[in-house]
Structures are given as C-alpha cells and as structure tokens.
C-alpha cells in the first residue's frame, strides 16, 4: 500500500500548459510522469504501476500463446548492422563510438540480435516452428514529435520474433497471434476501437505489413476505413483514389488513429544475411522465414489514458489503474482502521492508496480531486461519522452515488 503521508510527490493544482492534448497534461499534473528532454520521459511511482501492469497483462497473452520470454542487450554490434546492410541506412539508429576504436548500435528493433541468436539452435525441420519475445527500452534518433508523445527517442516495447519453415505456417502463426493481440487489447479496454490495418512493408517485403491502430482524434495516422467491407488502410498504401484492397469499393470513411501494434512479414531478409537455414525432410537445405510482432507498450500508457477519459479526468480501467482502491481518512484517530481495511483489501488482489495526510492541513475536497485526478475506481471514505456505526462509503467511479459497505 501507499501512504500519501510518506509520498515523497504531490499533484499539482492545475495542468501544465507542456502538451496539446488533455491526457498528457493530466499525467504531467498528477505526477505520474516528467519530461527528461525532448521526448523522453520519467515514470514515477504511479505512472510506474500503470506502466507495469499493461506490461504484465502483455506478458501474460505472450506467454499463453506459448511464446518464450528472453531479454537481449540494447547495444548491437556494428558488424552484425553491416552484416544486414543497415548500419547506414536506418536513418533513426544512435550509433556509439566505443573502446579499440569500435562502435555500437543502441538498437531500434533486434532482427540483427535475434537472428544470429537462434542460428546455434535451428539446424532441421524438427527445430521450427518456435518463437520468442521480449520487452524492452528501445532507442530511436527520432527527428520529429507528434502530440508530444509519439515519435519518442525512448519507448518500452514487446518484440516478438517468430521462425517458420513455410508460408503456411508462417499464415497460420499469424491468424492465431491476431486473436492473441485482440486478447490484449480486450483487457485493455481499447479493442472495440481498434483496427487492423494495411501498411507498407518497407524494405522487408513487397507485401503488406499491418498495424493496430486505435481510433484517437488527436493522434499522428489517417486510417481509411471500407464502408462496405470494413477493412480498415493506412493513408501511405492510398495513391490516389480510394479503392479497398479488400473488396474494390471505393466507398469510405477517413479517421483519426494511434499505431499501437505491427506486424512486419520479414520472410528471409535476415536469415538470408546471416545464414539461417533448415534441413527438411529431404534432406534439403532451405531458409528459415521470420515474422516481427510489435506492441508499444509505453504508447499504450498514453493512448489509453486519452480514450478512457471523462469529461474531466483519466478514467484507468480498473486492471491497471495505478490502484484499485483510494481510502480517503479523515482524522488521524482513524489511521489505524484504515490500515487495516487496506490490508484486507490487498488480501484479496487490489492495491489500495492510503489518504492520510494530515500535518500537511489537506482536507477532504482536496483528497477527493486526488483520488479523481489519480483515476482511482473505487474510493472510499473513513471518517467519524461512518466508523461510528461500523461502516465506510464506496464511491465507484462509474456510479453516481455512493454505497454503504459493513466493515
């Protein structure tokens, strides 16, 4: 639990005016965040919990899809760049000069990691299909910003890397790790408004790539959107007319939208450049074929906290707000008591906020706006008037009056 009495940070009264949209100047008023320079933050203890929790419910899909969790270095080897043809073309790559005269990447993605890792592992047919993950701070030299947020230098992301010994089992993986994304997505409240969506392969393939983007007016991508079919384009695949790639029908709808997943068919770009083959049944030496799935989990922080806002404050869904439960205490008689209810509360799985400054001359509207402000679901109050006949007040964010629950 947390005592605010022992908090070493504290809201501010209003939202600093650092941001064009209103979710990032509540995060920044709150505490949750500070800027380190251009586009790379801190997260402070609450906006750490929220940050944590988006990342363990990630974790958890990952995991239930039978992907295995590792952890690479952020630092990559100037040859193993070369090695790929990318050293001097990834325009966003921080490069490091080093000791003897040698440099490093301080890696934007890890395909030139990841290949020559798995290489040890695969020789036959027998040792595919597999596919590991891992989450990570990612570096990119970032030229530009977007809403203050999204073009960032410094970002947390889910990588995962898979290794297939045919399209068809490369199409297969993928139709099942959709449903696993759209898992995610569904516990994080933002599924309804998010939408696959056809991109420009890159330098990776002449096909298709795809990206979840979530409906957001404010936010850095059009989204062409088939009224007939549904099948939802990114604006750099549109040349000129529109026409769905899907079904032909040039009728559609233009929304505003934020990038929180891609997926990019990397097929035998980096097993050709490191030499990443398999033996197949007959004795055949083929390539391995690679797909790349991305989830931006620190953009996520961010694009929840602006869908999920009222009228006035950010409105955490309850499984990764930075506490379940606000216990609001008034008079300092009443301290223990509350303790003891956070302590039943967190028994049972929730995290519990303990309001109880006093010296500090804080009184009961300035707790309350706190506890809004937080985007606490569930506050309660303690006083007096409510222990004196064994009972608190619940009030649900999402209900307009309050309950009375036995102690």
Same mark, same amino acid.
């Given at each position: 639990?947390?005592?605010?009495?022992?908090?070493?940070?504290?809201?501010?009264?209003?939202?600093?005016?650092?941001?064009?949209?209103?979710?990032?100047?509540?995060?920044?008023?709150?505490?949750?965040?500070?800027?380190?320079?251009?586009?790379?933050?801190?997260?402070?203890?609450?906006?750490?919990?929220?940050?944590?929790?988006?990342?363990?419910?990630?974790?958890?899909?990952?995991?239930?899809?039978?992907?295995?969790?590792?952890?690479?270095?952020?630092?990559?080897?100037?040859?193993?760049?070369?090695?790929?043809?990318?050293?001097?073309?990834?325009?966003?790559?921080?490069?490091?000069?080093?000791?003897?005269?040698?440099?490093?990447?301080?890696?934007?993605?890890?395909?030139?990691?990841?290949?020559?890792?798995?290489?040890?592992?695969?020789?036959?047919?027998?040792?595919?299909?597999?596919?590991?993950?891992?989450?990570?701070?990612?570096?990119?030299?970032?030229?530009?910003?977007?809403?203050?947020?999204?073009?960032?230098?410094?970002?947390?992301?889910?990588?995962?890397?898979?290794?297939?010994?045919?399209?068809?089992?490369?199409?297969?993986?993928?139709?099942?790790?959709?449903?696993?994304?759209?898992?995610?997505?569904?516990?994080?409240?933002?599924?309804?408004? &998010?939408?696959?969506?056809? @991109?420009? =392969?890159?330098?990776? !393939? #002449?096909?298709?790539?795809? *990206?979840?983007?979530? /409906?957001?007016?404010?936010?850095?991508?059009?989204?062409?959107?088939?009224?007939?079919?549904?099948?939802?384009?990114?604006?750099?695949?549109?040349?000129?007319?529109?026409?769905?790639?899907?079904?032909?029908?040039?009728?559609?709808?233009?929304?505003?939208?934020?990038?929180?997943?891609?997926?990019?068919?990397?097929? &035998?770009?980096?097993?050709? @450049?490191? =030499?990443?083959?398999? !033996? #197949?049944?007959?004795?055949? *030496?083929?390539?391995? /074929?690679?797909?790349?799935?991305?989830?931006?989990?620190?953009?996520?922080?961010?694009?929840?906290?602006?869908?999920?806002?009222?009228?006035?404050?950010?409105?955490?869904?309850?499984?990764?707000?930075?506490?379940?439960?606000?216990?609001?205490?008034?008079?300092?008689?009443?301290?223990?008591?509350?303790?003891?209810?956070?302590?039943?509360?967190?028994?049972? =799985?929730?995290?519990?906020?303990?309001?109880?400054?006093?010296?500090?001359?804080?009184?009961?509207?300035?707790?309350?706006?706190?506890?809004?402000?937080?985007?606490?679901?569930?506050?309660?109050?303690?006083?007096?008037?409510?222990?004196?006949?064994?009972?608190?007040?619940?009030?649900?964010?999402?209900?307009?009056?309050?309950?009375?629950?036995?102690?």
């Amino acid at each position: 639990m947390i005592q605010l009495s022992k908090f070493p940070f504290s809201t501010q009264k209003s939202a600093p005016k650092w941001s064009d949209n209103r979710s990032t100047s509540l995060l920044l008023q709150a505490w949750f965040i500070r800027q380190e320079m251009a586009w790379v933050y801190k997260y402070l203890p609450l906006g750490l919990r929220v940050l944590k929790k988006i990342e363990q419910i990630v974790r958890e899909e990952m995991d239930n899809a039978w992907a295995y969790e590792i952890l690479m270095s952020a630092l990559g080897s100037k040859e193993n760049w070369d090695t790929t043809g990318r050293w001097d073309k990834v325009d966003v790559l921080f490069k490091l000069p080093a000791s003897w005269n040698k440099e490093y990447a301080v890696n934007p993605t890890h395909e030139e990691s990841v290949t020559p890792l798995v290489w040890e592992f695969i020789q036959s047919y027998k040792d595919l299909d597999f596919w590991v993950y891992q989450i990570q701070t990612k570096f990119r030299n970032e030229a530009r910003a977007k809403s203050w947020l999204l073009r960032w230098r410094e970002f947390l992301m889910k990588d995962l890397y898979s290794f297939h010994k045919s399209e068809a089992w490369l199409d297969e993986y993928y139709d099942m790790m959709k449903e696993v994304y759209m898992k995610v997505f569904n516990r994080l409240w933002i599924w309804k408004d &998010t939408y696959i969506t056809l @991109a420009s =392969g890159w330098d990776f !393939t #002449d096909k298709y790539s795809h *990206e979840f983007q979530t /409906l957001l007016s404010i936010w850095e991508d059009d989204i062409y959107i088939c009224d007939e079919c549904n099948t939802s384009h990114n604006k750099e695949i549109i040349e000129w007319a529109f026409k769905c790639t899907n079904c032909g029908s040039s009728k559609h709808r233009v929304e505003k939208a934020s990038e929180v997943w891609n997926i990019f068919p990397l097929m &035998t770009k980096f097993s050709d @450049a490191f =030499g990443l083959k398999y !033996t #197949d049944e007959d004795g055949k *030496e083929k390539p391995v /074929l690679m797909w790349c799935y991305g989830i931006w989990v620190s953009r996520l922080m961010w694009v929840i906290a602006e869908y999920c806002m009222d009228e006035t404050w950010i409105a955490w869904p309850e499984n990764i707000a930075p506490a379940s439960h606000y216990i609001v205490v008034m008079w300092e008689e009443n301290l223990e008591k509350a303790k003891s209810l956070a302590t039943k509360l967190e028994k049972e =799985g929730n995290d519990v906020i303990i309001d109880d400054r006093m010296w500090r001359k804080v009184w009961f509207g300035q707790k309350m706006w706190d506890a809004e402000l937080f985007g606490i679901p569930n506050i309660i109050v303690l006083s007096p008037k409510t222990l004196e006949k064994w009972w608190y007040e619940i009030i649900k964010r999402w209900e307009k009056e309050g309950k009375i629950i036995n102690i």
